[in-house]
């Protein structure tokens, strides 16, 4: 089994900082493409930024600019990075992994998210 744990989500003032990670742990052959979505209430979930296993990023326009996506291939961890935060960031955020799991090939995962308050 695989698990995605994430962690470092909380309450900051609009203007501030966070920086989410992800981390992934089991029968872990490899990771492949990551990425982290988030979902506001009364809406639907997001895509916020992607990451291949070789860098390759990919950013939500509304996110351009501010957040940062990376990853730890040797700790199997992706990071976001999220500066000038705005009360429209408030949302659950949640990391998604695509994983080669021993003996049962690429399968994908989520999170269990992480709440993200940005106040006024």
């Known amino acids: 089994q695989v698990r995605l744990v994430e962690s470092g989500g909380g309450l900051v003032q609009a203007g501030g900082s966070l920086r989410l990670s992800c981390a992934a742990s089991?029968?872990?052959?490899?990771?492949?493409?990551t990425g982290w979505y988030r979902q506001a209430p009364g809406k639907q979930r997001e895509l916020v930024a992607t990451?291949?296993?070789?860098?390759?990023?990919t950013y939500a326009d509304s996110v351009k600019g501010r957040f940062t996506i990376s990853r730890d291939n040797a700790k199997n961890t992706v990071y976001l990075q999220m500066n000038n935060l705005k009360p429209e960031d408030t949302a659950v955020y949640y990391c998604?992994?695509?994983?080669?799991?021993?003996?049962?090939?690429?399968?994908?995962?989520w999170g269990q998210g992480t709440q993200v308050t940005v106040s006024s």
């Open positions: 089991g029968s872990i052959v490899s990771v492949g493409g």
């Open positions: 998604y992994a695509d994983v080669m799991v021993y003996k049962l090939g690429y399968r994908g995962y």
């Open positions: 990451i291949t296993s070789g860098g390759t990023t």
